[in-house]
């Protein structure tokens, strides 16, 4: 995970000396996150998706607001989540 100096440095590796500063200054921390397309069924269970159905035991009864079912949007599987530096 880059810090502001850190960023700051590769800013200037990178022939940015000029706007360095004002760029490092601008950044906040972020997430990244990588998808690509895939079948529920090649998924294994536990881990990252969007859509599709929840990995949830069987007897897990789904949230409901105003008698409507929530929309399931992802799982994220923290184990496989690494920072970038």
């Given at each position: 995970?880059?810090?502001?100096?850190?960023?700051?440095i590769?800013?200037?590796?990178h022939?940015?000396?000029?706007?360095?500063?004002?760029?490092?200054?601008?950044?906040?921390?972020?997430?990244?996150?990588?998808?690509?397309?895939?079948?529920?069924?090649?998924?294994?269970?536990?881990?990252?998706?969007?859509?599709?159905?929840?990995?949830a035991?069987?007897?897990?009864t789904?949230?409901h607001?105003?008698?409507?079912?929530?929309?399931?949007?992802?799982?994220?599987?923290?184990?496989?989540?690494?920072?970038?530096?």
């Open positions: 995970m880059l810090d502001r100096d850190a960023l700051r590769r800013l200037i590796d022939g940015l000396a000029r706007v360095a500063d004002e760029l490092a200054e601008l950044a906040t921390p972020s997430v990244t996150i990588l998808a690509t397309i895939a079948s529920d069924d090649d998924i294994p269970v536990g881990s990252s998706k969007f859509g599709g159905c929840p990995d035991p069987t007897d897990f789904w949230p607001w105003k008698d409507k079912p929530l929309a399931f949007l992802a799982q994220i599987s923290l184990s496989t989540c690494r920072l970038w530096s």
